[in-house]
Structures are given as structure tokens and as C-alpha cells.
């Protein structure tokens, strides 16, 4: 499930970034970036798991996104560990742009991702 968007200055961007591994795994994130990159919504699948914050399953506790990286952590319900976390490095040379990472789900595995997205 990978979603396109418009790239955009990392600064003030909107819009949604997708990753997904060879193995499957796959993230789709809604975010807002005014001074600081907030995460408005996620959808995490892994092997027939889901995780999402739409059914409050998970939630970002803490978000952070420059013009070079974007890091990202989702927690339990009750923010009492962490259960996800999103390292990602975005790279603009001219007129081609890449960003890929890691996923990792504490207690089932970690995923090389790449991704498309603001």
C-alpha cells in the first residue's frame, strides 16, 4: 500500500509518507509540518499485524523531520513503551529525490524501507 504525494519543502510540508520493505512491511503516515513535523495519523501492517491510530492501537509521542531525516516513534495505547520506530533519511540531488530507512516493531523484527513522500 504505497500512496504518491507532491514533494515539498520539508519545512512547511503536508501530505502523507509511504514506505514498504521487500518483506512487506509497510507504513503510511499523514503528516503536518509547521515549525515541527507532526504525525496526524498512521497505518502500520507487518506480516498480517496492524497497527494503526485511527483505532488509537498506537500513537506518536514523538516526531521529529529536517531537510535530511525524519524519525518517528509510536507507542502502546497508554504511552507505557515504545512499539514502533520510523528512521528515515531523504536525500534531493537536482531533480531526483530518495528517502528510505528502517521500521522497526519492538518484539517482531526490523524492515529496510523505501519511501515516497513530502
Same mark, same amino acid.
Given at each position: 500500500?504505497?500512496?504518491?504525494?507532491?514533494?515539498?519543502?520539508?519545512?512547511?510540508?503536508? =501530505?502523507?509518507?509511504?514506505?514498504?520493505?521487500?518483506?512487506?512491511?509497510?507504513?503510511?503516515?499523514?503528516?503536518?509540518?509547521?515549525?515541527?513535523?507532526?504525525? !496526524?495519523?498512521?497505518?502500520?501492517?507487518?506480516?498480517?499485524?496492524?497497527?494503526?491510530?485511527?483505532? =488509537?492501537? !498506537?500513537?506518536?509521542?514523538?516526531? +521529529?523531520?529536517?531537510?535530511?531525516?525524519?524519525?518517528?516513534? +509510536?507507542?502502546?495505547?497508554? !504511552?507505557?513503551? !515504545?512499539?514502533?520506530?520510523?528512521?528515515? +533519511?531523504?536525500?534531493?540531488?537536482?531533480?531526483? +529525490?530518495?528517502?528510505?530507512?528502517?521500521?522497526?516493531?519492538? =518484539?517482531? =523484527?526490523?524492515?529496510?524501507?523505501?519511501?515516497?513522500?513530502?
Amino acid at each position: 500500500m504505497v500512496a504518491g504525494a507532491a514533494l515539498a519543502a520539508p519545512a512547511h510540508a503536508t =501530505g502523507t509518507i509511504s514506505c514498504v520493505s521487500e518483506d512487506g512491511a509497510t507504513i503510511d503516515m499523514a503528516i503536518g509540518s509547521l515549525p515541527i513535523l507532526a504525525v !496526524i495519523s498512521a497505518y502500520i501492517q507487518v506480516g498480517g499485524q496492524e497497527w494503526t491510530t485511527a483505532e =488509537g492501537a !498506537i500513537g506518536s509521542v514523538q516526531a +521529529f523531520g529536517d531537510a535530511e531525516t525524519v524519525r518517528v516513534d +509510536f507507542t502502546d495505547a497508554n !504511552i507505557n513503551e !515504545i512499539v514502533a520506530r520510523l528512521r528515515l +533519511f531523504r536525500v534531493l540531488e537536482e531533480s531526483d +529525490f530518495a528517502m528510505g530507512g528502517t521500521l522497526q516493531i519492538v =518484539g517482531t =523484527g526490523a524492515y529496510a524501507v523505501t519511501c515516497i513522500g513530502p
